[in-house]
Nanobody, 123 residues
Framework: QVQLVESGGGLVQAGGSLRLSCAASGRTFSRYGMGWFRQAPGKEREFVAAIGWSGGTTLYADSVKGRFSISRNNAQKTVSLRMDNLKPEDTAVYYC????????????????WGQGTQVTVSS
């Protein structure tokens, strides 16, 4: 069982930056594929970024490529999402997710989810 707790959300002006963190419990964090997803009001949850167990594989949604960066620290059991040049359309609740055997864009393949952290970007 893995518990995930996100932090770092908040209100920022367009063009600003935020860094989200996700702290995980459990002994086998280093085995999990990790992802970030987001959900805006009235919209479906969408993929943002993912990172493989070693950090060697990273994936990004086209909408955030070049602006967001995902990283992980297996010793500290954390995964981070650095978000630069934020836009109003990035406003959403951001969720951290972990998968026993998958690193990718499909939310159904993730086994554990955090409660989410709100990111609001003002224009």
């Amino acid at each position: 069982q893995v518990q995930l707790v996100e932090s770092g959300g908040g209100l920022v002006q367009a063009g600003g930056s935020l860094r989200l963190s996700c702290a995980a419990s459990g002994r086998t964090f280093s085995r999990y594929g990790m992802g970030w997803f987001r959900q805006a009001p009235g919209k479906e949850r969408e993929f943002v970024a993912a990172i493989g167990w070693s950090g060697g594989t990273t994936l990004y949604a086209d909408s955030v490529k070049g602006r967001f960066s995902i990283s992980r620290n297996n010793a500290q059991k954390t995964v981070s999402l650095r978000m630069d040049n934020l836009k109003p359309e990035d406003t959403a609740v951001y969720y951290c997710a972990a998968s026993n055997d998958y690193t990718g864009r499909n939310s159904v393949r993730y086994d554990y989810w955090g409660q989410g952290t709100q990111v609001t970007v003002s224009s």
